[in-house]
């Protein structure tokens, strides 16, 4: 009977959490089967939060980057654009540009969709900070091609 409360605690929670995000409100990210004040304190005031909420990081909060990652570490990115020749080439430049390394040190994958007109790239970028990831992620975001990143 407890496993089936505290599965429906962490269903609500991540149903919570979605909505929240959706509706494009920042929310304490905690683990589920705990009071809420308990969770609270155990996430030490992380939030979730859209890239358009600069609030947070004015109050000292910190990203989840910051928070979960150890660094300097090798961190994979995985960048969906449309299919271009050199997609990925020029997506490993900007990662290798950022992270101040040579160009040799950012590995990377691709893989088209069947239809051809997409293609994810997975780069492994050494970063070390959190600063240097999600600088990572803004430069990459500002190529044209890009249509996703996570």
């Known amino acids: ?81 449309f299919n271009d020749a050199s997609l990925a080439d020029d997506l490993a430049a900007i990662v290798a540009a950022t992270c101040e390394v040579e160009v040799g040190a950012v590995t990377y994958t691709t893989r088209e969709t069947e239809s051809g007109k997409y293609s994810s790239v997975t780069l492994t970028a050494p970063v070390a900070s959190p600063a240097m990831l999600y600088e990572c992620y803004a430069k990459i975001g500002e190529d044209a091609r890009v249509k996703f990143k996570f």
Do not use: W
Not at 25 to 34: D, H
């Open 1 to 81: 009977m407890a496993a089936a409360a505290a599965t429906a605690r962490k269903g609500l929670l991540c149903m919570t959490l979605l909505a929240g995000l959706t509706a494009g409100r920042a929310f304490v990210f905690a683990g589920a089967g705990r009071s809420i004040a308990a969770r609270g304190a155990a996430a030490r005031g992380m939030a979730l939060r859209s890239d358009d909420d600069r609030e947070g990081r004015k109050l000292g909060n910190p990203r989840v980057f910051e928070y979960l990652v150890e660094y300097p570490c090798e961190f994979q990115i995985k960048v969906v654009g």
